[in-house]
T-cell receptor, first 113, second 111 residues
Framework: NAGVTQTPKFQVLKTGQSMTLQCAQDMNHNSMYWYRQDPGMGLRLIYYSASEGTTDKGEVPNGYNVSRLNKREFSLRLESAAPSQTSVYFC????????????FGSGTQLSVL | SQQGEEDPQALSIQEGENATMNCSYKTSINNLQWYRQNSGRGLVHLILIRSNEREKHSGRLRVTLDTSKKSSSLLITASRAADTASYFCARSGGSNYKLTFGKGTLLTVNP
């Protein structure tokens, strides 16, 4: 099993450009999450999807949108990238809706110039 | 802040020694989870302890939880160089069980 797969692994954007980070899991998990990790800040939740067809804001949702395309896929979109969005982005999934035992992807390192 | 906070921020030990990391939190929890992150990789779940549990073991890992002190500790016994990583505690709390992560402890195990 591949687990949680994120693409791309690296991306450089110019301010104002848009892009979509893709995430797919093959574990038949119900819940999926997007986090960002910044030095000295730990992981912060951007958006999550407790089940197919539902999405909710996390701690830092401004500047992002998400789509739970189906049970497997959960994408994160930056409509107009800003330097403050330079970060490492992680997608994760878990079997239930109770945020237990998250499985993480390997991350996307995004730089916005 | 409702985050779990780890202590120390960094820890350097020799192979074979034990490593202890602590996590404190401010509000009540449903469970507390520990994760490991190797450099440049995603997080890996290590162990989960529920609010009504006091101690759990998994291999060389031992986690304790003291809800009266709002703190947890992760003990890694007989450490190996491969244990070098950042360790995060994550607290699950509130009616929606949202998970919030601390800033991590960087553990370096020297051969």
């Amino acid at each position: 099993n591949a687990g949680v797969t994120q693409t791309p692994k690296f991306q450089v954007l110019k301010t104002g450009q848009s892009m979509t980070l893709q995430c797919a899991q093959d574990m038949n998990h119900n819940s999926m999450y997007w986090y960002r990790q910044d030095p000295g800040m730990g992981l912060r939740l951007i958006y999550y999807s407790a089940s197919e067809g539902t999405t909710d804001k996390g701690e830092v949702p401004n500047g992002y949108n998400v789509s739970r395309l189906n049970k497997r896929e959960f994408s994160l979109r930056l409509e107009s990238a800003a330097p403050s969005q330079t970060s490492v982005y992680f997608c994760a999934s878990s079997e239930g809706v109770w945020n237990e035992k998250l499985f993480f992807g390997s991350g996307t390192q995004l730089s916005v110039l | 802040s409702q985050q779990g906070e780890e202590d120390p921020q960094a820890l350097s030990i020799q192979e074979g020694e034990n490593a202890t990391m602590n996590c404190s939190y401010k509000t009540s929890i449903n469970n507390l989870q520990w994760y490991r992150q190797n450099s440049g990789r995603g997080l890996v779940h290590l162990i989960l302890i529920r609010s009504n549990e006091r101690e759990k073991h998994s291999g060389r890992l031992r986690v304790t939880l003291d809800t009266s002190k709002k703190s947890s500790s992760l003990l890694i016994t007989a450490s190996r160089a491969a244990d070098t990583a950042s360790y995060f505690c994550a607290r699950s709390g509130g009616s929606n069980y949202k998970l919030t992560f601390g800033k991590g402890t960087l553990l370096t195990v020297n051969p």
